[in-house]
T-cell receptor
Framework: DIQVTQSPSTLSASVGDTVTITCRTS??????LAWYQQKPGKAPKVLIY???TLEFGVPSRFSGSGSGTEFTLTISSLQPDDFATYYC?????????FGQGTKVEVK | VQLQESGPGRVKPSETLTLICTVS?????????WGWLRQSPEKGLEWIGS?????????KKSLKSRVTISVDTSTNRFSLKLTSVSAADTGVYYC????FGSGSFDPWGQGILVTVSS
């Protein structure tokens, strides 16, 4: 399976900050990467798919970029509702693997 | 579209785990795959496998020998069977719509906690 390495594992930030989370894959996956937000006790919710396409209804302060093996999720002007755990997920040859997660916590 | 998992909250080691996902407000035959995933502190989020309404399946390689996912279009449900379970299979199990064309899962069910314990 393709390995996915997500960093950092924890990120401390304040409301209004811009934060960036990175995912690296062990093989070229073109743009087959999605980002999810998960809050405690809830299922993950997709934010971005195909590396940079914003899911309908997701605020535009979320953005994704990258292709090949390196990808980033950027949250501009962090809002109180954004403190959560974020995961990336790759899709290649009908294999799906997730990153280990990044918890965005209050500084 | 809404998804809801159902099944036992506890399964004994070496037995078979069976879960059902009921899909509401959307026909399961409408052009998507339907998937099972799980989450545990030890393994994180893990895709288990997916099924198309025709019965075509795809499974995670390391679980393939123990997993069967099937679909029942008459009841708009799909199911997961995982054989020979161990403590390592403990976790929250989710069903989700598998958007094959974009490689992402949405929406997800609320999840069901399954504990493997005697």
């Amino acid at each position: 399976d393709i390995q996915v390495t997500q960093s950092p594992s924890t990120l401390s930030a304040s409301v209004g900050d811009t934060v960036t989370i990175t995912c690296r894959t062990s093989e070229n996956i073109n743009n087959w990467l999605a980002w999810y937000q998960q809050k405690p006790g809830k299922a993950p919710k997709v934010l971005i798919y195909q590396a940079s396409t914003l899911e309908f209804g997701v605020p535009s302060r979320f953005s994704g970029s990258g292709s090949g093996t390196e990808f980033t999720l950027t949250i501009s002007s962090l809002q109180p509702d954004d403190f959560a755990t974020y995961y990336c997920q790759q899709y290649n040859h009908y294999s799906r693997t997730f990153g280990q997660g990044t918890k965005v916590e209050v500084k | 579209v809404q998804l809801q998992e159902s099944g036992p909250g506890r399964v004994k080691p070496s037995e078979t785990l069976t879960l059902i996902c009921t899909v509401s407000d959307y026909s399961i035959t409408t052009g998507y795959y339907w998937g099972w995933l799980r989450q545990s502190p030890e393994k994180g989020l893990e895709w288990i496998g997916s099924v198309y309404h025709t019965g075509m399946t795809s499974y995670k390689k390391s679980l393939k020998s123990r997993v069967t996912i099937s679909v029942d279009t008459s009841t708009n449900r799909f199911s997961l069977k995982l054989t020979s379970v161990s403590a390592a299979d403990t976790g929250v199990y989710y069903c989700a719509r598998d958007r094959f064309g974009s490689g992402s899962f949405d929406p997800w069910g609320q999840g069901i906690l399954v504990t493997v314990s005697s």
